[in-house]
């Protein structure tokens, strides 16, 4: 199983920029999908990006567009969630997710790390 420990939320202005980390556990950490969700009080989790194994597909949601880049080091067993031009409207828990390429029902989450922006 893996393990998944986020890091680097805060409090910023909009316009500002963070940088999240997730650290995870396991040597076959380059087996796994890795992702990022965010989710606001009141409101359901939403996907927010998303890497393959390699590195090769990465997909974002059209929210972040343009303003997020995500990438990952497996030699590291890090998976990162760049945002820059953050808005108000991106203020919520981000969760880092991990999804086995090899078994797609294994999937697991870390406890979060809040970002805030304010206007």
């Known amino acids: 199983q893996v393990q998944l420990v986020e890091s680097g939320g805060g409090l910023v202005q909009a316009g500002a920029s963070l940088r999240l980390s997730c650290a995870a556990s396991?040597?076959?950490?380059?087996?796994?999908?890795m992702g990022w969700f965010r989710q606001a009080p009141g409101k359901e989790r939403e996907f927010v990006a998303a890497?393959?194994?390699?590195?090769?597909?990465?997909y974002y949601a059209d929210s972040v567009k343009g303003r997020f880049t995500i990438s990952r080091d497996n030699a590291k067993n890090t998976v990162y969630l760049q945002m820059n031009s953050l808005r108000p409207e991106d203020t919520a828990v981000y969760y880092c997710?991990?999804?086995?390429?090899?078994?797609?029902?294994?999937?697991?989450w870390g406890q979060g790390t809040q970002v805030t922006v304010s206007s």
């Open positions: 997710n991990a999804r086995s390429a090899l078994d797609e029902s294994r999937i697991y």
């Open positions: 396991g040597r076959t950490f380059s087996n796994y999908v």
């Open positions: 890497i393959s194994w390699n590195g090769v597909r990465i």
